[in-house]
Protein backbone atom coordinates (compact mmCIF):
# COMPACT_ATOMS: atom_id res chain seq x y z
CA UNK A 1 0.00 0.00 0.00
CA UNK A 2 1.40 3.29 -1.11
CA UNK A 3 1.86 5.72 1.97
CA UNK A 4 1.54 9.60 1.84
CA UNK A 5 2.50 12.72 3.54
CA UNK A 6 1.43 16.03 4.59
CA UNK A 7 3.99 18.94 5.10
CA UNK A 8 1.96 20.91 7.00
CA UNK A 9 2.95 24.51 8.11
CA UNK A 10 1.97 28.41 7.19
CA UNK A 11 2.91 29.96 4.02
CA UNK A 12 6.63 30.57 4.26
CA UNK A 13 7.22 27.95 6.41
CA UNK A 14 9.66 26.25 3.79
CA UNK A 15 7.69 23.40 2.98
CA UNK A 16 8.21 23.79 -0.67
CA UNK A 17 11.77 23.82 0.11
CA UNK A 18 12.19 21.21 2.73
CA UNK A 19 9.43 18.72 0.68
CA UNK A 20 11.37 18.93 -2.25
CA UNK A 21 14.98 17.25 -0.58
CA UNK A 22 12.45 14.90 0.60
CA UNK A 23 11.11 14.05 -2.15
CA UNK A 24 14.50 13.66 -3.89
CA UNK A 25 16.06 11.71 -0.90
CA UNK A 26 13.03 8.93 -0.73
CA UNK A 27 12.30 9.12 -4.69
CA UNK A 28 8.31 10.59 -4.01
CA UNK A 29 6.16 12.79 -5.76
CA UNK A 30 5.55 16.37 -4.47
CA UNK A 31 2.52 17.56 -5.08
CA UNK A 32 2.09 21.50 -4.47
CA UNK A 33 -1.25 22.57 -4.98
CA UNK A 34 0.20 26.01 -5.17
CA UNK A 35 2.85 24.92 -7.78
CA UNK A 36 0.33 22.96 -9.86
CA UNK A 37 -2.21 27.07 -9.95
CA UNK A 38 0.82 28.86 -10.78
CA UNK A 39 1.82 26.99 -13.58
CA UNK A 40 -1.54 26.89 -14.77
CA UNK A 41 -1.83 30.73 -14.45
CA UNK A 42 1.25 31.29 -16.39
CA UNK A 43 -0.63 28.85 -19.49
CA UNK A 44 -3.60 30.70 -19.04
CA UNK A 45 -5.05 27.67 -18.84
CA UNK A 46 -8.69 27.65 -18.10
CA UNK A 47 -7.91 26.12 -14.24
CA UNK A 48 -5.11 29.51 -14.31
CA UNK A 49 -7.72 32.43 -15.28
CA UNK A 50 -10.23 30.43 -12.67
CA UNK A 51 -7.54 30.27 -10.13
CA UNK A 52 -5.84 33.78 -10.26
CA UNK A 53 -8.39 36.04 -8.58
CA UNK A 54 -8.54 34.13 -5.63
CA UNK A 55 -4.40 33.62 -5.64
CA UNK A 56 -3.32 37.38 -6.01
CA UNK A 57 -6.19 38.37 -3.00
CA UNK A 58 -4.58 35.36 -0.81
CA UNK A 59 -7.97 33.80 -0.36
CA UNK A 60 -8.25 30.02 -0.98
CA UNK A 61 -8.96 28.23 -4.03
CA UNK A 62 -12.57 26.29 -4.33
CA UNK A 63 -12.19 22.61 -2.67
CA UNK A 64 -13.77 21.34 -5.91
CA UNK A 65 -10.86 22.37 -7.93
CA UNK A 66 -8.12 21.76 -5.59
CA UNK A 67 -9.26 17.93 -4.93
CA UNK A 68 -9.45 17.58 -8.88
CA UNK A 69 -6.26 18.66 -9.16
CA UNK A 70 -5.40 16.19 -6.38
CA UNK A 71 -7.37 13.32 -8.34
CA UNK A 72 -5.42 13.78 -11.49
CA UNK A 73 -2.11 13.47 -9.85
CA UNK A 74 -2.50 10.74 -7.56
CA UNK A 75 -3.85 8.50 -10.37
CA UNK A 76 -0.88 8.92 -12.45
CA UNK A 77 2.33 7.01 -12.20
CA UNK A 78 4.53 9.57 -10.42
CA UNK A 79 2.66 8.84 -7.31
CA UNK A 80 3.29 5.32 -6.87
CA UNK A 81 6.43 5.53 -4.79
CA UNK A 82 4.32 7.92 -2.50
CA UNK A 83 3.23 11.58 -2.40
CA UNK A 84 4.03 14.18 -0.26
CA UNK A 85 2.19 16.77 -0.36
CA UNK A 86 2.72 20.60 0.17
CA UNK A 87 0.29 23.40 0.75
CA UNK A 88 -2.83 20.70 0.63
CA UNK A 89 -4.97 20.07 2.49
CA UNK A 90 -6.06 23.49 3.55
CA UNK A 91 -9.70 23.36 4.61
CA UNK A 92 -11.65 20.39 6.11
CA UNK A 93 -13.48 19.62 3.28
CA UNK A 94 -10.23 19.01 1.64
CA UNK A 95 -9.26 16.56 4.53
CA UNK A 96 -12.49 14.72 4.15
CA UNK A 97 -12.23 14.69 -0.07
CA UNK A 98 -8.04 13.49 0.19
CA UNK A 99 -9.46 10.59 3.32
CA UNK A 100 -11.86 9.55 0.42
CA UNK A 101 -9.69 9.27 -2.38
CA UNK A 102 -7.13 7.85 -0.34
CA UNK A 103 -9.68 5.12 0.42
CA UNK A 104 -10.64 5.06 -3.49
CA UNK A 105 -7.36 4.76 -4.26
CA UNK A 106 -5.91 2.48 -1.76
CA UNK A 107 -3.30 4.39 0.10
CA UNK A 108 -2.94 5.55 3.51
CA UNK A 109 -1.75 8.77 5.22
CA UNK A 110 1.76 8.08 6.69
CA UNK A 111 2.10 10.79 9.09
CA UNK A 112 1.54 15.11 9.04
CA UNK A 113 5.04 17.01 8.86
CA UNK A 114 4.48 19.98 10.82
CA UNK A 115 7.02 23.23 10.22
CA UNK A 116 6.37 25.88 13.31
CA UNK A 117 7.06 28.97 12.35
CA UNK A 118 6.28 32.10 14.10
CA UNK A 119 4.11 34.55 12.00
CA UNK A 120 6.54 37.70 12.47
CA UNK A 121 9.46 35.47 10.43
CA UNK A 122 6.85 34.66 8.11
CA UNK A 123 5.87 38.26 7.18
CA UNK A 124 9.96 38.83 6.89
CA UNK A 125 10.71 35.54 4.65
CA UNK A 126 7.65 36.30 2.33
CA UNK A 127 7.83 39.85 1.73
CA UNK A 128 11.75 39.80 1.05
CA UNK A 129 10.98 36.57 -1.23
CA UNK A 130 12.35 37.42 -4.52
CA UNK A 131 12.28 34.50 -7.57
CA UNK A 132 14.45 34.51 -11.20
CA UNK A 133 11.74 33.96 -13.66
CA UNK A 134 13.99 32.14 -15.75
CA UNK A 135 15.72 29.91 -13.99
CA UNK A 136 13.67 29.17 -10.58
CA UNK A 137 16.36 30.57 -7.93
CA UNK A 138 14.78 31.63 -4.87
CA UNK A 139 16.22 34.76 -2.57
CA UNK A 140 15.35 36.76 0.25
CA UNK A 141 16.45 40.59 0.34
CA UNK A 142 16.16 40.79 4.36
CA UNK A 143 18.20 36.95 4.66
CA UNK A 144 19.92 35.97 0.97
CA UNK A 145 20.31 38.85 -1.28
CA UNK A 146 21.71 38.21 -4.51
CA UNK A 147 25.04 39.50 -4.86
CA UNK A 148 23.22 42.30 -7.25
CA UNK A 149 20.34 43.87 -6.19
CA UNK A 150 16.92 42.76 -8.03
CA UNK A 151 19.58 40.53 -10.42
CA UNK A 152 19.84 36.67 -10.19
CA UNK A 153 23.21 35.03 -9.42
CA UNK A 154 23.24 32.58 -11.36
CA UNK A 155 21.47 33.12 -14.64
CA UNK A 156 21.71 37.49 -14.28
CA UNK A 157 17.36 37.42 -15.13
CA UNK A 158 15.55 40.08 -13.55
CA UNK A 159 14.11 38.81 -10.02
CA UNK A 160 10.77 39.00 -9.61
CA UNK A 161 8.26 39.26 -6.52
CA UNK A 162 5.06 36.78 -6.00
CA UNK A 163 1.57 38.55 -6.61
CA UNK A 164 0.58 37.25 -3.63
CA UNK A 165 3.64 37.89 -1.57
CA UNK A 166 2.82 41.48 -1.06
CA UNK A 167 2.43 43.16 2.42
CA UNK A 168 -1.73 42.97 2.33
CA UNK A 169 -1.76 39.98 0.66
CA UNK A 170 0.72 38.17 3.24
CA UNK A 171 -1.81 39.28 6.35
CA UNK A 172 -5.02 37.70 4.49
CA UNK A 173 -3.01 34.26 3.65
CA UNK A 174 -2.27 34.27 7.27
CA UNK A 175 -5.39 34.89 8.56
CA UNK A 176 -6.79 32.22 6.27
CA UNK A 177 -4.01 30.05 7.60
CA UNK A 178 -5.13 30.36 11.06
CA UNK A 179 -8.86 30.60 10.56
CA UNK A 180 -9.16 27.20 8.09
CA UNK A 181 -5.84 25.26 7.78
CA UNK A 182 -4.52 24.97 11.24
CA UNK A 183 -7.60 23.39 12.81
CA UNK A 184 -7.02 20.50 10.28
CA UNK A 185 -4.12 19.47 13.13
CA UNK A 186 -6.81 18.34 15.86
CA UNK A 187 -8.51 16.53 12.60
CA UNK A 188 -5.48 14.32 12.28
CA UNK A 189 -5.03 13.97 15.87
CA UNK A 190 -8.97 12.95 16.58
CA UNK A 191 -8.22 10.44 13.68
CA UNK A 192 -5.06 9.48 15.36
CA UNK A 193 -2.63 10.16 12.45
CA UNK A 194 0.72 10.81 13.28
CA UNK A 195 1.44 14.21 13.52
CA UNK A 196 5.09 15.35 14.16
CA UNK A 197 6.24 18.81 14.97
CA UNK A 198 9.44 20.62 14.16
CA UNK A 199 10.91 24.13 14.49
CA UNK A 200 10.78 25.46 11.34
CA UNK A 201 12.73 28.46 12.25
CA UNK A 202 16.31 27.24 11.93
CA UNK A 203 18.30 26.38 9.21
CA UNK A 204 16.98 24.72 5.82
CA UNK A 205 19.78 22.10 6.85
CA UNK A 206 19.00 21.70 10.58
CA UNK A 207 15.05 21.70 9.68
CA UNK A 208 15.99 18.51 6.67
CA UNK A 209 18.59 17.00 9.45
CA UNK A 210 15.11 16.81 11.51
CA UNK A 211 12.28 15.56 9.00
CA UNK A 212 14.65 13.41 7.01
CA UNK A 213 14.73 10.47 9.67
CA UNK A 214 11.15 10.74 10.51
CA UNK A 215 10.62 9.07 6.85
CA UNK A 216 12.73 6.20 7.36
CA UNK A 217 10.94 2.85 7.18
P1 LIG B 1 1.07 28.27 -1.83
O1 LIG B 1 2.12 28.34 -2.88
O2 LIG B 1 0.86 26.89 -1.28
O3 LIG B 1 1.25 29.31 -0.74
O4 LIG B 1 -0.31 28.65 -2.56
C1 LIG B 1 -0.50 29.89 -3.20
C2 LIG B 1 -1.99 30.17 -3.35
O5 LIG B 1 -2.59 29.13 -4.15
C3 LIG B 1 -2.78 30.15 -2.05
O6 LIG B 1 -2.74 31.38 -1.37
C4 LIG B 1 -4.19 29.82 -2.57
O7 LIG B 1 -4.78 30.95 -3.20
C5 LIG B 1 -3.88 28.81 -3.67
N1 LIG B 1 -3.84 27.43 -3.12
C6 LIG B 1 -2.76 26.58 -3.10
N2 LIG B 1 -3.08 25.41 -2.52
C7 LIG B 1 -4.38 25.52 -2.16
C8 LIG B 1 -5.29 24.65 -1.49
N3 LIG B 1 -4.93 23.43 -1.07
N4 LIG B 1 -6.56 25.10 -1.28
C9 LIG B 1 -6.96 26.32 -1.71
N5 LIG B 1 -6.15 27.19 -2.32
C10 LIG B 1 -4.87 26.79 -2.55
Known amino acids: MQEDLILFGPPGAGKGTQGALLAERYGLLRLSTGDVLRDAVQRGTQLGLEAQRFMNAGELVPDSVILGIVRDHLSGAAAQRGVIFDGFPRTLPQAQGLDGLLVQLGRRLRAVLVLDVDDDTIVKRLSGRRSCP ?84
Open 134 to 217: TCGAVYNVYFEPPRQQGRCDACGAELTQRPDDAADTIRRRLQVYHAQTAPLLDYYDAASVVVHRVDGERSIEEVQADLAPLLLP
